[in-house]
């Protein structure tokens, strides 16, 4: 089982991307769901988060009030609204999928990952 994180692409400062994280074999409303990204040259780390079953949510200071993690039951669907972009956004953006209930950036916690979706903020 894998998800696939989609959405990425080559934007200017100060743009906007939107980000989906998607399932075919897994029913992403019952997880946690975590975007991680990875910068060239450093660790990955967690941005946001939205737990299980409900709309709580959380964000790394880096990415706090620019970035919106939002799902869709319906279409099976957990995306990452990217707004007020900068160069140091740039990156390849990770989702991932956790049973626990509540929001951890431990990539320890989580079983199912995507493959990865690159975002470049440049002008």
């Known amino acids: 089982v894998q998800l696939q994180a989609s959405g990425g692409g080559l934007v200017q400062p100060g743009g906007s991307l939107r980000l989906s994280c998607t399932a075919s074999?897994?029913?992403?409303?019952?997880?946690?769901i975590v975007w991680f990204r990875q910068a060239p040259g450093k660790e990955r780390e967690g941005i946001s988060c939205?737990?299980?079953?409900?709309?709580?949510?959380n964000y790394a200071d880096s990415v706090k009030a620019r970035f919106t993690i939002s799902r869709d039951g319906a279409k099976n669907t957990v995306y990452l609204q990217l707004n007020s972009l900068k160069p140091e956004d740039t990156a390849v953006y990770y989702c991932a999928a956790a049973a626990r209930g509540i929001c951890t950036w431990y990539e320890s916690d989580f079983r199912y990952w995507g493959q990865g979706t690159q975002v470049t903020v440049s002008s």
């Open positions: 939205i737990r299980r079953t409900s709309t709580g949510t």
């Open positions: 074999e897994l029913t992403l409303r019952s997880y946690t």
